[in-house]
């Protein structure tokens, strides 16, 4: 097609910021494989009207929004016209409307009502014209030849196509929606498992509709939610309280919980369908409940949690006549105590006069109803005007996510129903996901009415099984099978530091004794560590004896006896080997001490362990490999011969990534960035640095300038003065929607957002001379590393053990996009259930496609350097799923959680405001910000003797 050609048909040939394939890879032997994709075939015909809906008054969000437009598409202007909705914002019609600024009024309806309340709200929704969707468009850009070819319109056609297939989910009574992708089936034969403490685990099925190569695919994928126990609100309590009987942490466990009063009558609308209407679960009953109400008709509880006989609202002395009874302060009719509100609500007395109730006397005398006097009482109403319902009357409206952090257990409950082979997955995606999530025109009537067709085969594709480098062990070359190897008898590749001297602790506790008499014996204790020193040994670590070890009785984790004895290991060893007995909290305080404290290495093991004398060998390899690297060896270096260019010792390789505030953290937990960079061309040291970022869960790093910056002088005093000629990045944890944010050259806010290419490029011209920078010295090139997908690859024939591919298989044809520059490689060796690759996509190229390469491209060079990484990282024997440099940086960045446990980890009795905290909410918003990161910033600031170490592994 001829460039004006492709103009015409709504292409463009505009540079973009993200570079090129520069070809597809060649090395490695080809391997059959299927992936979790379904072809999609849009009639090349259809055009679609995008509509935005705006202006929605009175303001409506979450659910209500979604009734809004449920109620604004059987409106007499856009009944019977074929839509598809979000439910939330946009509108996408086959029929171009009479109007492109319509405006509609609706009047609100509970959903599954025949008819509007009296005095019902009506509320008034814009709907906007915004573009038109040519799907022609994207078949021609499909058939382009031009490998510069950009289709303007294909983000906004395949979030079209992905709202479609939403559309679908949320208009289906049986399915629960967790997002915008993933379906969950609430059907009787939906597969479920019990996670305990209130939550079950769901199987279900995540889809998104994507590019490929020269088509439209679907991704569908096994996916997994915790939800909600349905049913009696007391079960759901009972569970909770059997696993964590802390009242604070149960609220917080249900906040925002949807429920059904069970005590009034039941309603049917005209399909004798039963009309619920759910309430929010706000809280439990609490003293502070009802600030906006007359200070003499307040609500009167006892304490944060009471019962029913021990809550009382004022009740008005003639509650059944609704048209004189004001609820909620008066200014709204038509409500009885206890009737279509769900239950009493405090306000004030009329001119009837009125006396308090308690909740347990209000619902025996109007419903004969007993309620448990030590359950507590539920708010459904607001803080400010509560309307209270004792525990019996409630319901738990089935398939709610739960949003809460899993306990350990049911991680591990969760983990245990989730790990299938391959092949269980595969079967579930072709017989019960593609119709769970609208593939099929059997259960999906949408799919004929836009003209689409979907194939029911999985695709089929082309890998490459890539060789896995040889290994140096102190010049011994070792071969890698399976994805790992053995190291007995080798000798790490370098231990070139001087006799180090170590001691040792062992922890008691209350609530563990540890130790089990283990330390106690002096003589058994030397044998424990005799052998553990001759493993060292055996490795190449050069050790005396541990001096002066001990046993530290604490009497939780903050006795200050752990304080002291690290300052007294401080002043005279290097490394600390702290033995822990079973399941203890005091790991984080540990490494928080010896980290940014004290400045002591330290190497935690549990005692069980470390004394059992089965398998012991192993367990104490496993340990000298952390022991090594921490001061500052190399454990095992990766056949030079497939580093290509990075043994010329002229490039730093960069990991960066950032961690966020999980659920139950506070509220001013910021997000930790963590960069590490390789020392020299043998790519084990790997020293890291640690940030607070300016914007909470921001995923740009906005302090890369001066973090390179530390980096480049430690490789300049290890080099003579020298720095290094390129600079690879991989960058962890950034979605697709951020790749523009991370390849931006942008370093001044006033022209628009900063690109974290444009602060690491000012951090090179801040340190190197001009005649470097002139000639674009250092040359950098980013590389996105993407864990968080969906895309898994099941073997045709030849497969590991765990029925995956093959360690070393990488894709970059058929699910990918030609002109994009991404790749996926399954390095590993999967122990359990379904291997997951790794994405990389290269935003930003510099080094790769500026040089020659004889007898290859510059796509296997790429792709043979990344799989080599992944054989680097050095606390394993075996090939890790992410490369090396951004698998460290992930540990950098949990290490930072460790520093600041308490905001990271939920509290047992939620949010707390200390005195200083209430000061700071009096300084400005900017003043604020700049004081709370200059302080967490010093709280994950490494002790100085840190710096230049892998203190994280």
């Known amino acids: 097609m001829s460039k004006s050609g492709l103009r015409m048909a709504g292409l463009s040939l505009k540079d973009t910021s993200m570079p090129l394939r520069p070809a597809f890879g060649m090395m490695g032997t080809p391997v059959p494989l299927f992936a979790n994709y379904f072809e999609m075939k849009p009639s090349s015909t259809v055009v679609l009207y995008r509509y935005d809906v705006q202006n929605v008054t009175p303001e409506a969000k979450g659910r209500k929004l979604e009734q809004v437009v449920r109620l604004l598409l059987e409106s007499a202007e856009l009944s019977g016209r074929d839509i598809a909705t979000d439910f939330r914002s946009t509108l996408l019609s086959l029929q171009k409307l009479d109007q492109d600024e319509l405006p509609v009024k609706v009047t609100y309806r509970d959903e599954g009502e025949d008819d509007p309340r009296p005095g019902a709200k009506e509320f008034t929704i814009n709907v906007q014209y915004t573009s038109t969707l040519d799907v022609s468009a994207l078949m021609n850009y499909f058939s382009s030849q031009e490998l510069g070819a950009r289709f303007d319109d294909a983000p906004q056609l395949i979030q079209a196509f992905n709202i479609f297939l939403n559309h679908y989910a949320k208009s289906t009574n049986n399915l629960a929606t967790v997002g915008s992708s993933k379906r969950f089936s609430l059907a009787q034969g939906a597969e479920t498992e019990n996670l305990w403490g209130g939550l079950r685990v769901i199987r279900g099925f995540f889809s998104s509709v994507r590019l490929g190569t020269g088509r439209l695919l679907v991704n569908v994928n096994v996916s997994h939610g915790a939800f909600f126990l349905h049913g009696p609100v007391v079960n759901l309590m009972d569970e909770f309280a059997r696993t964590q009987p802390n009242i604070y942490r149960m609220e917080k466990f249900l906040q925002k919980l949807r429920i059904v009063p069970t005590h009034l009558p039941v309603r049917h609308n005209k399909k004798r369908e039963v009309i619920q209407r759910p309430k929010t679960f706000v809280g439990f009953a609490g003293k502070g409940d009802g600030s906006q109400l007359d200070k003499d008709k307040r609500p009167k509880v006892a304490r944060f949690g009471a019962g029913p006989e021990q809550v009382e609202f004022f009740l008005d002395a003639n509650p059944d006549q609704p048209a004189k009874q004001p609820t909620q302060g008066g200014k ?81 409950e969760m983990i245990k129903f989730a790990v299938r082979r391959p092949h269980q997955n595969a079967e579930s995606i072709f017989n019960g996901g593609f119709k769970t999530v609208g593939l099929s025109a059997d259960t999906n009537s949408l799919l004929s009415t836009f003209g689409i067709h979907v194939n029911h085969q999985m695709i089929a594709l082309n890998g490459r099984l890539l060789p896995a480098p040889d290994l140096l062990y102190s010049q011994k070359r070792l071969k890698v099978r399976d994805g790992g190897w053995n190291m007995a008898g080798q000798r790490f590749s370098n231990t070139a530091y001087p006799r180090f001297v170590w001691s040792w602790i062992a922890i008691r506790t209350p609530q563990a004794p540890g130790v089990r008499g283990w330390f106690d014996d002096e003589q058994q204790s030397k044998d424990i560590f005799s052998r553990f020193v001759a493993a060292l040994g055996k490795v190449g670590i050069r050790s005396d004896p541990a001096m002066k070890p001990r046993v530290v009785a ?108 999980s659920p139950g953290s506070a509220a001013s937990a910021p997000s930790i960035a963590g960069m590490v960079a390789s020392k020299d061309h043998q790519l084990g040291q790997w020293p890291a640095i640690l940030k607070s970022q300016r914007i909470s869960r921001g995923e740009i790093v906005t302090d890369l300038e001066p973090m390179l910056r530390t980096r480049l002088n430690i490789w300049q005093k290890h080099h003579g003065g020298n720095l290094p000629e390129n600079i690879l990045v991989y960058r962890d944890g950034v979605s697709e929607g951020q790749y523009h944010k991370v390849s931006n050259p942008n370093t001044d806010p006033k022209l628009g957002e900063v690109g974290e290419y444009g602060l690491l490029r000012k951090a090179c011209d801040s340190i ?171 709280r994950v600031k490494l002790h100085q003797r840190m710096e230049d170490t892998m203190f994280y592994i």
Request: hydrophobic share 35%; with cysteine.
């Open 554 to 661: 604490l009497a939780d984790e903050n006795d200050p006896k752990l304080d002291e004895t690290f300052k007294q290991a401080a002043g005279n060893v290097k490394l600390l080997l702290v033995i822990l007995p079973d399941s203890t909290p005091l790991y984080k305080k540990i490494k928080t001490l010896g980290d940014t404290k004290f400045g002591l290495h330290t190497v935690c093991v549990i005692g069980s362990k470390f004394t059992n004398v089965k398998g012991q060998d192993q367990y104490f390899a496993n340990i000298a490999l952390k022991f090594n690297l921490k001061l500052g060896g190399v454990n095992q270096m990766v056949d030079s011969k497939r580093l290509d260019f990075i043994q010329e010792n002229k490039t730093m390789i960069v990991g960066i990534d950032v961690t966020h505030p």
């Open 332 to 412: 709204k009719k038509g409500k009885k105590q206890g009737g279509q509100g769900g239950g009493p609500q405090a306000g004030p007395a009329t001119a009837s006069g009125g006396s308090y109730i308690t909740v347990g006397e209000f619902f025996r005398t109007r419903y004969g109803l007993k309620t448990d006097p030590n359950r507590p009482v539920l708010n459904v109403g607001t803080r400010a005007r509560p309307s209270y319902l004792p525990t019996e009357v409630c319901h738990v409206l089935p398939g709610q996510a739960s949003n809460t952090k899993l306990s350990p257990h049911q991680t591990q």
């Open 768 to 938: 190197y001379p001009a005649t470097a920078t002139k000639q674009n010295i250092p040359r950098i090139t980013i590389v996105v590393c993407g864990k968080r997908h969906h895309t898994r690859f099941y073997p045709a024939r030849s497969m590991d053990r765990s029925g995956n591919p093959t360690a070393g298989t990488v894709v970059d044809r058929g699910i990918t996009d030609a002109r994009q520059w991404d790749f996926f490689l399954q390095a590993h060796a999967a122990i359990q259930g379904t291997a997951r690759p790794c994405h990389y996509v290269v935003v930003h190229d510099e080094i790769f496609t500026s040089r020659r390469w004889a007898g290859k491209n510059a796509a296997d060079v790429l792709e043979d350097i990344t799989q080599s990484l992944c054989y680097a990282f050095g606390r394993a024997t075996k090939a890790v799923s992410l490369c090396t440099p951004a698998y460290y940086a992930d540990l950098v960045c949990e290490r930072a959680r460790c520093y600041l446990t308490e905001l990271f980890d939920e509290s047992p009795t939620g949010s707390v405001i200390s005195e200083s905290t209430q000061g700071k909410v009096q300084q400005s918003d900017a003043a604020r910000e700049r004081d709370e990161k200059a302080s967490f910033d010093q």
